[in-house]
């Protein structure tokens, strides 16, 4: 009943006139900025970061949460219309959603996007209000080893359900844990890797980083594989579902929530499992499975349900922990941190009005992305055809202006440079960003918590296993090393389609995009 007050009084918040537009221009600007090819919501929230500096806390984040879920659907819009999707989550949408666009139901496609965003966003943000606070009351309890060993296990988790290769992930981690060392150490007041420059000696602000690995890395990789191509022209229509399609998706879209806010919530969260495990779920319950991989609407509906939910999920973990699971949770973790604003245990009750005034705005966001989005889509498809060469150019101008209006220094500029080479390096040899950007947030933390733990216990290592939760933990961490050697001794199982042709499972879909 605490919860339903609380949301009440966030709902005071998030419905002023002015809260409400800042909402609107961030799911248009989530929106606008996700839909060009490449983009994701990552790179839409870390380009759009400068652009709250200024505003009330409670008003940033609001736009914040129109950003998320516009940036959302635009990656869903450039993978059903372009075949490119803007993030890992988007990549099952890119399966049955472009068949239906080359075959000219695009319009429904998007609708099939917007409705199942809506509504998976919707049932997981109801279960984050009635989980996020008593979650956040029980971690009030865990001390510093139970800290540290969370997040060890969110680097290890990140590092395993990524890319094709652990080698890769735990070098991005590494690189990223590196970054994270630049500058002066909290508890000596040591240099560490400043290279004998007072202007590093603050550290590298996590918004250039977020900036650097995303948008310049990715604008320098494009640029680099460049062709002078124009966007294709894609007929999108009027957004229309008929009869037919809506008694085929509405399950879908009840069913995505269940499968995306569960694995969203967890250390080791993310989209990219469970929008898989939809597409499989929904092709088996199906009465068309003929049809998916040549365009079935469920396969477009239950994904898209599955990543919002995920969406709504990854907030649990990002509010009550502290722990960002995606790269748009790292990016929002940035955000708080750069209004000085720790989230964990005790955020809902030092910020009440802020993390209320979000959650209220989440439910307002998603409504707002229904009512534009769905007579917008022909808008969003022109925006593909704006020339890469002008693109790219316009997102490393965007993202110097903003890394400059961090600090006011041309020595940002320096090192936003660098870190987009290093962006860029790590996309040639395959190495995924999100690794490396949890590293640099996480890693300050986790060296704390560790220094925390060792001086409770008069430096023992066993101090770090002390208590019954860490235990749990790293036996939890046991596990997610040990699964590549216990699953070689499980059967392989392969769900067969009725036309005989076999389903990959999870480890078997190769991603889009190598981030």
Known sequence: MDSLNSLLDGFGTALTPLNLLFAAIGVLLGTAIGVLPGIGPAMACALLLPVTYGLDPTAAFIMFAGIYYGGMFGGSTTSILLNTPGESAAVVAAIDGNPMARAGRGAQALAAAAIGHFAGGMLGTIALVALAPTVAAWAVDIGAPDYFALMVLAFIAVTSVLGRSRVRGFASLLIGLTIGLVGLDQMTGQQRLTFDSLLLADGIDVVIVAVGLFAIGEALWVAAHLRRTSGESIPVGRPWLG???????????????????????????????????????????????????????????????????????????????????????????????????????????????????????????????????????????????????????????????????????????????????????????????????????????AEQQLRRALQISDGSVLGLVGTPFSVTVYTVIALLLAWPWLRRLLPRRRAVAADGASVPDADDAEPARRD
């Open 243 to 445: 009869r037919d399609e809506l008694r085929r998706t509405w399950k879908p879209w009840l069913r995505g929530p269940f499968i995306g806010f569960p694995f969203g919530a967890i250390p080791a969260g993310g989209a990219e499992i469970p929008t898989f495990l939809s597409y499989v779920t929904e092709k088996r319950l199906s009465k068309h499975k003929a049809q998916f991989g040549k365009g079935a609407i469920e396969g477009v509906a239950g994904p898209e349900s599955t990543a919002s939910a995920s969406a709504a999920g990854t907030l649990v973990s990002l509010l009550t922990l502290g722990l960002p699971t995606t790269a748009v949770a790292a990016v929002l973790l940035a955000a708080f941190q750069s209004y000085g604003i720790q989230p964990g245990p005790l955020l809902f009750e030092r910020e009440p009005d802020l993390v209320w005034g979000l959650i209220a705005s989440l439910f307002v966001g998603m409504v707002l992305l229904l009512v534009l989005n769905l007579p917008l889509a022909p808008v969003w498809a022109k925006l593909l055809r704006i020339p890469r060469q002008y693109l790219y150019a316009g997102i490393l101008f965007f993202a110097a202006v903003g890394a400059y209006a961090v600090g006011g220094q041309s020595v940002d500029l320096v090192v936003l440079l660098v870190i987009g080479l290093i962006g860029l390096v790590m996309r040639r040899y395959g190495l995924p960003v999100l690794p490396a950007v949890i590293g640099v947030i996480l890693g300050p933390a």
